[in-house]
T-cell receptor
Framework: DGGITQSPKYLFRKEGQNVTLSCEQNLNHDAMYWYRQDPGQGLRLIYYSQIVNDFQKGDIAEGYSVSREKKESFPLTVTSAQKNPTAFYLC???????????FGPGTRLTVL | QKEVEQDPGPLSVPEGAIVSLNCTYSNSAFQYFMWYRQYSRKGPELLMYTYSSGNKEDGRFTAQVDKSSKYISLFIRDSQPSDSATYLCAMSAGNQFYFGTGTSLTVIP
């Protein structure tokens, strides 16, 4: 089955810790994205990558970092500099045939 | 002004009703228009997409795009309790995507 996987499903972080969220896709898509979803605010773009070893900041990149060493993988690190990290995080990839996105199941991060 | 505006609802309808969900947008460069369904605590699922203007039908779902009015709609016929979810509209012009905040729909048996 082709698709996007995210792990873990739930993640708990203590104050001052960095945590890394995993995103893997087997759709052979070049472009991948990270969004944050908060109630009533819709999806906000954190980072996106159009190709391996290249990525761009989105609207709310402060306190986050990414890497893109492989086409299939786009991990997101939530650093201690992110002041309000509790949210639902969604990874997506873009189909090259049509400008549409496909999403993973999400990771819910909670700061204790 | 937001790029995409969507009424958050909530919308509550009886089973079998026709549901109309709508979004407006401001950027005339948008070419692809998408509708996603999102169940609670799940990732959004792509329902339909349309390129440029026109209608597209898939089973009980119909997507309409009116670029002259900068207005898109999703119609759900014969709505079912399993349609209860949040519906997100999205649009793209190139590599970036712009989302509405979602409309919460409940279909009552």
């Amino acid at each position: 089955d082709g698709g996007i996987t995210q792990s873990p499903k739930y993640l708990f972080r203590k104050e001052g810790q960095n945590v890394t969220l995993s995103c893997e896709q087997n759709l052979n898509h070049d472009a991948m994205y990270w969004y944050r979803q908060d109630p009533g605010q819709g999806l906000r773009l954190i980072y996106y990558s159009q190709i391996v070893n290249d990525f761009q900041k989105g609207d709310i990149a402060e306190g986050y970092s990414v890497s893109r060493e492989k086409k299939e993988s786009f991990p997101l690190t939530v650093t201690s500099a992110q002041k309000n990290p509790t949210a639902f995080y969604l990874c997506a990839s873009r189909s090259p045939q049509a400008y549409t996105q496909y999403f993973g199941p999400g990771t819910r991060l909670t700061v204790l | 002004q937001k790029e995409v505006e969507q009424d958050p609802g909530p919308l509550s309808v009886p089973e079998g009703a026709i549901v109309s969900l709508n979004c407006t947008y401001s950027n005339s460069a948008f070419q692809y228009f998408m509708w996603y369904r999102q169940y609670s605590r799940k990732g959004p699922e792509l329902l339909m997409y349309t390129y440029s203007s026109g209608n597209k039908e898939d089973g009980r779902f119909t997507a309409q795009v009116d670029k002259s009015s900068k207005y898109i709609s999703l119609f759900i016929r014969d709505s079912q309790p399993s349609d209860s979810a949040t519906y997100l509209c999205a649009m793209s012009a190139g590599n970036q995507f712009y989302f509405g905040t979602g409309t919460s729909l409940t279909v009552i048996p």
